[in-house]
């Protein structure tokens, strides 16, 4: 997909790019990228003595609550980590030391990279999922002295039902609605069943090189609009591969 809509199958990065005529510029590939990072967002003047880059994470931290949950999942990690390769088997442990240094891997790529936490949701439930099966539910299991309150009957009883490999497919689940929850629980209902609806944006039309398209009047998303559609004016290096055959057979770049 990325080779056909860029030329490049792992845009934005230059890696494996080809030769082709409707490949982007090396120069769009990189502002791409810096736009994906997003943290020149959070860029501001420092006038403290405080590194630049603690003020600007923490302009990042206090920006919203799910900033405030990656960082608690990546904290809370480290000593479930410690918990699970210390009651696990000797031969299993390698199993589960991959698997947390996935986990771990995975946070700190999007921390540095993308803070977005839709981006790596699954790297931050990953270890938090495996602590809860390897280290709850088997506590639950043998110990009937929990079952005193309600919901630790019930929880009780779940565990009675439940192997290791199937709470690490329903525990990751779980998190991700518990995260979802706390992040945003007035629009709980639309993420979990059915999506909101897509916002509808003013459009104007505009004709370049014989292209005729869309663009959103006072927005730098198109959403569901009618195609083709950009947020910027085309330049006028881009024409049609075969003016006579339409948009059908693609664009490209003249020199």
């Not at 565990?159 to 629980?185: E, H, K, R, S, W």
């Amino acid at each position: 997909y990325g080779t056909i809509v860029s030329g490049c199958p792992l845009f934005p990065s230059e890696l494996f790019c080809l030769d082709l005529p409707w490949r982007v510029t090396e120069q769009r590939s990189k502002g791409t990228a810096e736009e994906v990072r997003f943290w020149w967002k959070y860029a501001e003047d420092n006038s403290s003595w405080l590194p630049d880059f603690l003020v600007t994470f923490w302009a990042w931290f206090v920006e919203s609550k799910k900033s405030q949950l990656m960082i608690i999942l990546f904290a809370l990690s480290v000593p479930m980590t410690w918990r699970i390769l210390s009651v696990s088997e000797r031969h299993r442990r390698w199993e589960y030391t991959c698997a947390i240094a996935l986990g771990f891997a995975g946070m700190i790529f999007i921390l540095t990279q993308s803070p977005l936490i839709r981006f790596g949701l699954g790297y931050f439930i990953l270890i938090p999922s495996l602590w809860s099966a390897r280290c709850v539910l088997p506590q639950i299991q043998t110990s009937p002295q929990t079952s005193r309150g309600f919901f630790s009957r019930h929880l009780l009883k779940l565990g009675q039902y439940l192997t290791a490999t199937q709470t690490m497919v329903l525990l990751p689940t779980l998190f991700a609605v518990a995260a979802i929850a706390l992040c945003d629980p007035r629009h709980l209902g639309d993420r979990l069943f059915l999506p909101p609806h897509l916002p509808r944006v003013e459009l104007e039309r505009d004709t370049n090189n014989g292209i005729e398209y869309v663009r959103p009047v006072d927005s730098i998303q198109c959403w569901a609009s009618e195609l083709p559609c950009t947020h910027y004016a085309l330049n006028s290096d881009i024409v049609l591969r075969e003016p006579a055959s339409g948009i059908g057979v693609g664009f490209k770049l003249t020199d």
